[in-house]
């Protein structure tokens, strides 16, 4: 086991470094830079925009920017070029927003997902299978944003009620109950819309899995030995039949960063997404380049969690990866 991390980190630390080298380049060799956001201005003379690309380090070669960039990024010196403001703290100020609607949206994935395509499974031709799989494809064609703007049009002129942000805009000041039950209140809709995608899929999924281990032997012979139907499904189909999904949850990971870029915006959520958005728009590269590489951090991160999860749940990877 000590061996497998020590092989499978060495191979991540190089992947990342890769990435980080590759996202640096292709970010600078986008048309423009930083410095010309605003050339038009009158106040933005010679002097104050080689004063500019000096502070930033924009007047050096492409491997001196690269190496200064990341030295100052992991002692936390690193600033953007919007604000001149800390990078990390700004990230980290973001990170919480976008937590709760991650945890939220995931948590509606995995459990709406996992029942509905098991019953889906089980009742396989039935009009509940058909239904769903007509919706399930439905939800998957419609993008995101235009159910999105559908919805707050919905709720707002049905309850007349505010979607939009973290909270209600001016009622900062209640009592910590109404706080809690306005933030929850703003939550739902977001998160309902970030997980119909991933719900929608991942039961195709399970429905495809649990379909074929059904009418694998073992368990044509668990039902000749008299055993249940639920013992059957639940203790024997279901636990071989989700390990591929296994390899999933790490997956999920790097969602925090990226997964909700058009949610976050559409419902000017002050997450990550938004953060990076905004980033991209003003051609902040700090934030850019920083939230790509904390995207890929969390990749890697997430597929060694899922190695190390399916080696637990399939003892045969183990031996492998001993032998």
């Known amino acids: ?91 980290v100020e973001r990170v919480w927003n976008s937590l709760w609607l991650f945890l939220a949206g995931t948590i509606l994935v995995w459990c709406a997902a996992f029942p509905l395509g098991i019953t889906t499974a089980i009742r396989r031709n039935s009009v509940l299978d058909k239904v769903t799989t007509v919706v399930v494809f439905a939800l998957i064609s419609i993008p995101g944003f235009y159910l999105a703007y559908l919805l707050i049009i919905f709720v707002v002129q049905t309850f007349h009620v505010d979607v939009i942000g973290l909270r209600t805009f001016g009622h900062q000041g209640r009592n910590l109950v109404w706080s809690f ?47 249940d139907e639920d013992t059957v499904l639940y203790k024997h189909a279901l636990r071989n039949g989700l390990l591929p999904f296994v390899t999933m949850l790490g997956l999920i990971v790097p969602g925090l960063v ?24 003003s051609r902040d590269y700090p934030i850019v380049i920083t939230l790509n590489f904390v995207a890929a951090l969390l990749t890697l991160v997430g597929t060694l969690l899922s190695d190390l999860l399916y080696m637990v749940v399939d003892p045969r990877i183990r031996l492998e990866g001993v032998e």
């Open 1 to 91: 086991m000590l061996s497998f991390l020590l092989r499978t980190g060495w191979k991540k630390l190089w992947t990342l470094f890769f990435i980080s080298v590759i996202s640096f380049a292709v970010i600078h060799l986008a048309p423009g830079e930083p410095s010309q956001i605003d050339p038009m201005n009158p106040r933005f003379t010679p002097q104050q925009l080689e004063r500019y690309r000096k502070a930033f380090d924009l007047d050096q070669p492409l491997h001196i920017q690269y190496l200064r960039f990341y030295r100052r990024l992991f002692t936390g010196e690193l600033r953007s070029f919007k604000d001149n403001q800390p990078v990390l703290p700004k990230i």
């Open 181 to 227: 039950m306005d933030r929850t209140w703003h939550l739902v809709l977001p998160s309902v819309l970030g997980a119909t995608a991933g719900i929608a899929i991942l039961s195709r999924y399970v429905r495809a899995q649990m379909l074929e281990v059904i009418t694998s032997d073992y368990v044509r012979t668990a039902r000749a030995k008299g055993l």
């Open 258 to 281: 990226g997964g909700s870029v058009i949610i976050e915006t559409i419902f000017a959520w002050p997450g990550i997404g938004r953060l990076g958005y905004e980033a991209i728009l």
